[in-house]
């Protein structure tokens, strides 16, 4: 969105003038409506300011008022028809109502008309992300930084395309520079510390510092600065839980969450939701009414929301998000309550001291993970999540290899976590399996699709035994579960959703079990469902243990048959005793707090 700067002041544009500034003034404080009113005067004054339209209707598009928007640039047009940042602002209403075919064709309209623009090659890309043409997208963000190489937002998200790529160092290489551009970016520094984790070869240490120094310039400017909180300090009474994610929707993680909040004791406690949903749909709706409160928290700042925490009195606040996409972590830094946590979003610490505990169990975070998290760890007994499958999740049906007479492999999980070992590691199984098939999601068209397929053509296997598949509708995505025999969890960064969803559509998933929670959280998994025996500490028994199960189609039959009936009985899908222990833990919290105070 593309905002219009101040008309020049003449005698005859005095008054206009005037309010043109009040009202980019009360538009910069949060005050749209306001603003609006203002920049309609100026249209009164004098009706030929095209700033004064542009404005208008980016203020309308903050207030999700999109026609009456689109009405105003349509005016500007009318006044200049070249005016290129009307079709920039023309075509972000397109894409905020998915029209991308319409958006791109607003934003190359404003490339034609001011070429030099890097704002418009900018967004260009975005359309091309969205539309997953990822080599176009990264050479159109190029085009942009090479008109102006401050331009954070490009740079963050070329990091996120070679991210979605497998490019692991080139992302870190972008976020730094948006971080460069913009130190207090701090989209592009979760960003980076996220990608950290998908890494091979980082230390630990390393990472947990990196962490750590997001925590420092989060919490330093409110050193000193928290104001007492004044919940009553009563172990035994009603607590209040808030929530806090982008994730309430259908979402990796709403398959976990949906079961806590429906299980939830409500007479002992009340739960509040704050929702960072930019768009909501019918799995919002579901949460929504899980909830005794809904807070929508899109469009508001992090002291405003901050500010609404304390009013609604929560006693524990709980981050579900840790730095990936619009997280709300700088609110935490502000201690809205006096007992926060961190739990399910995350594979490692947000960084942040005032987040005091992070929820875990023995088996993610074993005796000597302490070091590496600037929470507490309090671990659950059973299961680290609960899970529930998604309604739409087919039944399941025959082993494919009992028709088809071979073995397919599969791998569902998000292409950037699969490490040059992992390739290797699998590339070596389908040579000792004769006959085998590779099916794989997630992986980019382009230049990142052509490299796997030499890459896997180097260690002996041909193009054909490779079926490779982009991002997919969940209905294709699950479909593909039925036709696959055995699943290959990547490493160094395991699966989790996805590994809950493949056990429950009776595929066994062999997990390479690491050194930290990123490579242990699919041993947590496999232990509550009652298959830890899926889980290997060495390559070499990954290796053995795949070539096992290929080898002996018929009891792979009977284990393939028998999945779903052991893990429904298993502590993995038993929400009740899950937010009982859940419960437990608040209650362990609450008492502590309660004692430090008292």
Known sequence: MVRAHAPPPTPVLDEAHAAFNLGNALRDQGRPTDALHCYQRVIEIDPRLTAAYLNAGNVLRTLKRPGEAQDYYQRALALQPDLADAYNNIGALHKDAGRLDEALACYRRALELNPRSAVAHYNVATVYRDQQRWDDAAAAYDGALALNPALAEAHNNLGLIRKDQGRLSEAIASFSAALKANPRYTGAHSNLLLTLNYMDGVQPETVFRAHRDFGIVQETPFAGRIAPHGNVPDTDRRLRIGYVSPDFRFHACAFFLEPVLASHHHGDFEIFCYAEVERPDTVTGRLHALADHWRDTVGMSDEALAQTIRADGIDILVDLAGHTASNRLPVFARKP???????????????????????????????????????????????????????????????????????????????????????????????????????????????????????????????????????????????????????????????????????????????????????????????????????????????ELAVRLASDIPALADLHAGMRARIAASPLIDAARFARNLESLYRQMWHDWCCSVT
């Not at 309550?337 to 961190?342: G, Y």
């Not at 005796?367 to 998604?390: H, I, V």
């Not at 598949?469 to 039925?482: I, M, Q």
């Open 337 to 543: 309550a006096p007992v926060q946590a961190t739990w399910l979003g995350y594979p490692g610490t947000s960084g942040l001291t005032a987040i005091d505990y992070r929820i875990s169990d023995r088996h993610a975070d074993p005796q000597g993970s302490d070091a590496f998290y600037t929470e507490k760890l309090l671990r659950l007994p059973d299961a680290l999540c609960c899970f529930r499958p998604m309604s739409g999740m087919p039944d399941i049906g025959p082993l494919p290899a009992s028709g088809n007479g071979h073995i397919t492999f599969g791998s569902f999980n998000n292409f950037n976590k699969l490490s040059a070992t992992c390739i290797e590691l699998w590339a070596r199984i389908l040579c000792a399996v004769p006959g085998s098939r590779l099916l794989m999601v997630t992986v980019p068209e382009g230049q990142a699709r052509s490299a796997l397929i030499d890459r896997f053509a180097s260690l002996g296997v041909a193009a054909d035994r490779l079926t490779l598949h982009g991002k997919l509708p969940s209905v294709d995505f699950y479909a593909l579960f039925r036709k696959t025999d055995i699943a290959f969890d990547p490493f160094p960064m395991t699966g989790g959703t996805t590994t809950c969803e493949t056990l429950w559509m009776a595929v066994p998933v062999i997990v390479r079990v690491g050194d930290r929670y990123r490579s242990r959280l699919g041993l947590s998994f496999l232990t509550a469902a009652g298959y830890p025996e899926f889980a290997v500490t060495s390559n070499d028994a990954y290796f």
